[in-house]
């Protein structure tokens, strides 16, 4: 879930949303909102000490957390939070006593694939979310999007194009890109691609379906995600590379999964903590 994107939907309905990233990443001032940054430590009491702190300085009436109820570093972890939300999405340690206890403290707890069927705990069904490509009428059309969340798959797909003797171009994500120009999600708006190829990581994957193309998904490994399961069940899955390439003469059909805006869960926000416009929010990937 694209927290950039929720902040921004926020924003234009007039709170004060601030976006919390666990380090700088490339690209993240591009939505011209909010950022604050918590800085690269050591350890977990280190994470702890600089979120409680970043916690004190703004003061938020509602924090929305994405994805990880003790943060990513664990930074959450015992301090004492305002009210919240947690926006669940497939994580392999779900089953484990530690991400029950961790998800408890939070007041809700939004399922964003209520349709992996994956969160052993009580929670309301919300999503997927996704944001959608916006190509313009002019935007070249190719035919095939290829995906590179890193180098090998980048190299994976730039032994295949040159059979397909069509129109390809390669998104590359954030970090391996030099200019941003080839950057991965905003090559999605200036081409329109037929099919796309690419991890089965939670953004890419709805975002195809939120365009209604179809996905061909290489898992990759993740340490908290289970790109595998998903690419299974949302997308087709590609077993090698001579499978792909025959998958990509003959698409099969995208599933036909309901995919929400981040406008429909920013409103879900609002309304289900009754906040009224100026009001400080926090949200943390």
């Known amino acids: 879930m694209r927290g950039a994107e929720l902040t921004w939907a926020l924003s234009e309905r007039r709170v004060h949303a601030t976006l919390v990233v666990p380090f700088e990443r490339p690209h993240d001032d591009l939505l011209n909102i909010r950022v604050r940054r918590l800085p690269r430590v050591g350890s977990e009491a280190d994470a702890r000490e600089a979120a409680r702190a970043l916690l004190d300085d703004h003061r938020p009436d509602l924090l929305v957390v994405d994805s990880f109820p003790s943060g990513p570093a664990g930074e959450l972890r015992g301090l004492s939070l305002p009210p919240s939300i947690l926006l669940a999405r ?59 969340s890193e180098p090998e798959l980048e190299g994976l797909f730039l032994r295949v194009a040159p059979s397909l003797g069509g129109r390809v171009c390669v998104a590359r994500a954030a ?55 998903r690419a299974e069940a949302v997308a087709t899955r590609v077993r090698s590379p001579r499978h792909l390439l025959r998958l990509l003469q003959d698409p099969p059909a ?18 289900a903590w009754r906040v009224r416009p100026p009001t400080p929010l926090s949200l943390r990937p």
Not at 192 to 204: E, K, Q, T, Y
């Open 90 to 148: 497939l994580h392999r340690g779900a089953n484990e006593a530690g991400y029950a206890r961790d998800a408890s403290v939070f007041e809700r707890v939004l399922d964003l694939e209520p349709h992996l069927d994956w969160l052993p705990l009580p929670a309301e069904p919300f999503g997927p979310v996704a944001r959608a490509p916006r190509p313009g009428a002019d935007a070249p059309e190719v035919d095939a999007l290829f995906v590179a």
């Open 175 to 229: 970090g391996l890109s030099t200019d941003g120009s080839d950057a991965y999600p905003w090559l999605l708006d200036r081409v329109r691609p037929r099919v796309i190829v690419g991890p089965a990581g939670f953004n890419l994957t709805y975002e195809a379906r939120a365009a209604g193309l179809t996905h061909l998904a290489v898992p990759r490994p993740r340490r908290f995600d289970d790109q595998a399961r």
């Open 254 to 271: 995208p599933a036909p999964i309901r995919v929400r805006s981040h406008d429909d869960l920013a409103d879900v926000v609002l309304e």
